[in-house]
Nanobody, 121 residues
Framework: QVQLVESGGGLVQPGGSLRLSCAAS????????MGWYRQAPGKQRDLVAS???????NYADSVKGRFTISRDNAKNTVYLQMNSLKPEDAAVYYC???????????????WGQGTQVTVSS
């Protein structure tokens, strides 16, 4: 088993920035696709951004030009740089990853525990 450990959430004023991180809790063989999702109260969980093992990225229209997803494969870590934050960006942000534990195993999808992002003056 592996856990995805998120960090970096918090309270920020509109227009501010935050950087989220998500790392695997133990040594693993590889991680394929990684992504960030968010869920606001009373709403469904939606994709914010994703990145493949090769570095191809995809963003929700609402965050294009403001958020940047990146990864460090050596550290099995994914990041989400969030700039020009708006009140509507407030949500619990969840990390998601397709993890291959060993060279001989298949992949399994994991979720992080979530980190709260609050955007308010």
């Amino acid at each position: 088993q592996v856990q995805l450990v998120e960090s970096g959430g918090g309270l920020v004023q509109p227009g501010g920035s935050l950087r989220l991180s998500c790392a695997a809790s133990r040594s693993i063989f590889s991680i394929n696709d990684m992504g960030w999702y968010r869920q606001a109260p009373g709403k469904q969980r939606d994709l914010v951004a994703s990145i493949t093992s090769g570095g191809s990225t995809n963003y929700a229209d609402s965050v294009k030009g403001r958020f940047t997803i990146s990864r460090d494969n050596a550290k099995n870590t994914v990041y989400l740089q969030m700039n020009s934050l708006k009140p509507e960006d407030a949500a619990v942000y969840y990390c998601n990853a397709d993890v291959q534990m060993y060279s001989w195993s298949g992949t399994r999808n994991y979720w992080g525990q979530g980190t709260q992002v609050t955007v308010s003056s």
